[in-house]
Structures are given as structure tokens and as C-alpha cells.
């Protein structure tokens, strides 16, 4: 990586990757418009119930105008800064998250997030993923198998891979970056089995000179998210997977700002007896529809 390169990836900002996830949000709504429907009673009872916790909690804990007027600056300037795909999906998700998956027996799942852009390049099951000719960081090598709940293996499932790069930046949210860097879907194998190169990813905060940042600064928080893959399972006939996988020894495994973090889903890297860098094995169930 060249050093302007490096200077253009690290002056990412907040607000250009918080538009950046709204309208990558945004843009999937659109293209989902004619299958997605809410029942008008589950809107009144949800939202009755939101802004009565909320009236409760005005009155319960005795809210000044100070403190009114403070929190609707802040929700306008989440609003204008494109922040609102970062605040829920850092805040909110991974309860709506296990709320979906609390009937599955196979595999663990966790949050997307908000830096998911769908139509990476497709990959061969045992490619490499989409990456600069020299791509900082330590070799990884992700394998496994893809099988259903009754152990039967999925010929051709999908897997979907993206993830930061070593400075903890994603494409598509950072300038400076190839569009799909560390981005790729690839086809398993008629054994369902996979294994790609990539190379690790590196913890990173949350954008904190934005909206969720002045939030977390006046609540004394931290920012962090630990280092971590996301995945997206899938094939015909079986429910898809979205995931985040970890790295032990990770210091925010266990404080995660987003709560996604799940003891199923750390990984056990080893070192490649066979070249640099590392490598993991890492197995999905998937559910029938």
C-alpha cells in the first residue's frame, strides 16, 4: 500500500460513510419494495408500545427541557448526517436479530451491519477473495463445509464474504479502497465444501466524529467492535445464514459495542504449516425453509 493510498483510506469520515450506508440501505428497500409488507395493527402496537416506553421513561426519570431539546438535536443531526443505519444497527439489531433466528437448530447468526453491499464478485470455492496485489495483513486461510441440519452436504451453496482490511476499513465506506476489496461470494463444491484465501481483519471503532459518536462521548462508552468476518449462507430450499465470526484474544470479544458476539461463533486460527499466515476451519448447518 502506498502512502497516499493510505492517506486517502484513513480520512474516512462519519458522515460520507453514513450516507454511504443509507443509500446502500436505501437502494436494497427499493429493489424488496413489492415483497415486503407490515401489518397496519402490528404498526400501531409496536409503535404505541416505542412511544409510550418512551413517554414512561420522560417520566419515570424526570426529563428537563435541557435534556428534551439536547436529544432532539441529536436525533436531527443523526438524521442529516446519514447515521440512522449505523445507530440501529449497532444499538438495535442484534436483539431483532435473535428474536428471527430463536427457531433455528443449525448454525448461530448475529448482525449484518451496516457495511453490507450485495453483488460481489463470484469466486470459484477455493479462490481468493478480491484484494489489492499487496494487500496489507496476515494470510488467512477460511475453509469448511456447508451441510443441512440432517448432515446431508450442500452441493453449490453460496457464501457471501466481506470484511475491513488491516487498518479496519471497508470498501465502499473508506476512499482510497478498490470498490470491492475484501468482498466476494463463492460456490461450494459438490461436497458443499469451501476454502478461500483472504487475509485478517483488524479491530476498528465505530465512526465517532459523527452523531453515534457524540452519543457515545457524553455516555463515557467505548467504540470498539472486535476483529471479525461477516458471511451471508445460503441454498435452495434452506433458510440463509448472515453471521459475524471472531478471533479469540480479541480485548472487545466481550464488549462488544454492537452485542454481537456469540461463543459459537469464535473461530481457531492455526498457523499454515505450509506457507505464512493462518488458517481456520469453520463448519454452517443450515435449516430447511
Not at 76 to 93: H, M, N, Q, R, S
Not at 103 to 127: F, L, M, Q
Not at 204 to 231: F, K, N, S
Request: glycine fraction near 8%.
Amino acid at each position: 500500500m502506498t502512502e497516499a493510498n493510505f492517506q486517502d483510506e484513513t480520512a474516512a469520515k462519519a458522515a460520507e460513510s453514513g450516507a454511504n450506508a443509507t443509500e446502500s440501505f436505501l437502494e436494497r428497500s427499493r429493489a424488496a419494495s413489492g415483497n415486503s409488507h407490515v401489518d397496519q395493527s402490528r404498526v400501531s402496537h409496536l409503535a404505541g408500545r416505542a412511544i409510550q416506553a418512551l413517554n414512561d421513561i420522560v417520566i419515570e426519570e424526570k426529563v428537563t427541557y435541557q435534556e428534551y431539546n439536547a436529544l432532539k438535536s441529536w436525533l436531527i443531526k443523526v438524521g442529516e448526517e446519514g447515521e440512522w443505519p449505523l445507530f440501529l444497527d449497532v444499538w438495535l439489531e442484534h436483539s431483532v436479530e435473535e428474536v428471527a433466528s430463536e427457531h433455528r437448530k443449525g448454525s448461530k447468526g448475529t448482525i449484518e451491519g451496516p457495511y453490507y453491499v450485495p453483488n460481489a464478485p463470484e469466486h470459484a470455492w477455493d479462490g481468493t477473495i478480491s484484494m489489492r496485489e499487496d494487500e496489507p495483513g496476515t494470510p488467512l486461510l477460511f475453509s469448511g463445509q456447508v451441510r443441512a441440519v440432517d448432515g446431508t452436504p450442500l452441493a453449490g451453496a453460496r457464501i457471501e464474504l466481506w470484511h475491513a482490511d488491516d487498518l479496519g476499513f471497508y470498501s465502499q465506506f473508506a476512499p482510497g479502497l478498490p470498490e470491492w476489496n475484501l468482498r466476494g461470494v463463492f460456490s461450494a463444491s459438490d461436497e458443499g465444501r469451501f476454502a478461500f484465501n483472504t487475509v485478517l481483519p483488524a479491530p476498528y471503532q465505530i465512526p465517532t466524529e459523527g452523531a453515534c459518536g457524540v452519543l457515545i462521548i457524553a455516555a463515557g462508552w467505548h467504540a470498539w467492535r472486535p476483529a471479525h468476518l461477516h458471511l451471508k449462507v445460503s441454498a435452495p430450499g434452506y433458510e440463509l445464514i448472515t453471521t459475524q465470526l471472531y478471533f479469540p484474544g480479541d480485548a472487545h470479544n466481550e464488549d462488544d459495542i454492537a452485542s454481537a458476539v456469540k461463543p459459537e461463533l469464535l473461530l481457531d486460527p492455526k498457523p499454515r504449516a505450509d506457507s505464512a499466515g493462518q488458517v481456520t476451519v469453520y463448519d454452517f448447518t443450515l435449516d430447511p425453509v
